[in-house]
């Protein structure tokens, strides 16, 4: 089915350096959002975007809505160990809940 | 204000058998929408319910049926289980056409 193009697919750091990763898409969406998702645990929200060329910040975390609307980066700044996880790109459709995943990007953390 | 909740937590069924997930939306959702994670297709839509009606829905087999109450609780249902059904079944509960609020998940295990 359709998906989203996430990379990178993995990721391991450093504590205290910044991470970005980003989603790409051949088709245009009128919303994005990132998640994170803990082992055995469902995605916890992080960032919703809703106009092209938005950037939005949560804390350590700062994510932008591309212009054309196929694209999303999220950046992650000074990690800490609990940043570890499976952060989730999707697009919402423009009608109804229904959101389109990318494959995912596992963080790893060196402390 | 209580989260999405999804009962059970866990399941091991056995190929041929069918099985029933239920999902309770954060009071006031309205939206409530199942997906399938598995390691080699990622999280997958599978179908949207809005006030008991089925709003959309992903590339699965018929096999795959939900519904959803007058309570905005909603079950899905799989029929016939076979080894491949084996995955974490997510919820997402929304209001109106908006974010998308992710349970624990069901671990569904077909042996």
């Known amino acids: 089915g359709q998906q989203l193009n996430q990379s990178p697919q993995s990721m391991f750091i450093q504590e205290g350096e910044d991470v970005s990763m980003n989603c790409t898409s051949s088709s245009i969406f009128n919303t994005w959002l990132w998640y994170k998702q803990d082992p055995g645990e469902g995605p916890v929200l992080l960032i919703a975007?809703?106009?092209?060329?938005e950037l939005t910040s949560n804390g350590r975390l700062t994510a932008q809505f591309g212009i054309t609307r196929k694209d999303s980066f999220l950046n992650i700044s000074a990690s800490i160990p609990s940043d570890v996880g499976i952060y989730f790109c999707?697009?919402?459709?423009?009608?109804?809940?229904?959101?389109?995943f990318g494959a995912g990007t596992i963080l790893r953390v060196k402390s | 204000k209580a989260g999405v909740t999804q009962t059970p937590r866990y399941l091991i069924k056995t190929r041929g058998q069918q099985v029933t997930l239920s999902c309770s939306p954060i009071?006031?959702?309205?939206?409530v929408s199942w997906y399938q994670q598995t390691p080699g297709q990622g999280l997958q839509f599978l179908f949207e319910?809005?006030?008991?009606?089925?709003?959309n829905k992903g590339n699965f087999p018929g096999r795959f049926s939900g519904r959803q109450f007058s309570n905005s609780r909603s079950e899905m249902n799989v029929s016939t289980l076979e080894l491949g059904d084996s995955a974490l079944y997510l919820c997402?509960?929304?209001f109106g056409r908006g974010l998308a609020f992710f349970g624990q998940g069901t671990r569904l295990t077909v042996v």
């Open positions: 999707a697009g919402q459709e423009e009608y109804g809940n229904k959101l389109v």
């Open positions: 319910y809005f006030s008991e009606t089925q709003r």
């Open positions: 009071s006031g959702h309205r939206s």
């Open positions: 975007l809703y106009k092209a060329g």
């Open positions: 997402a509960s929304s």
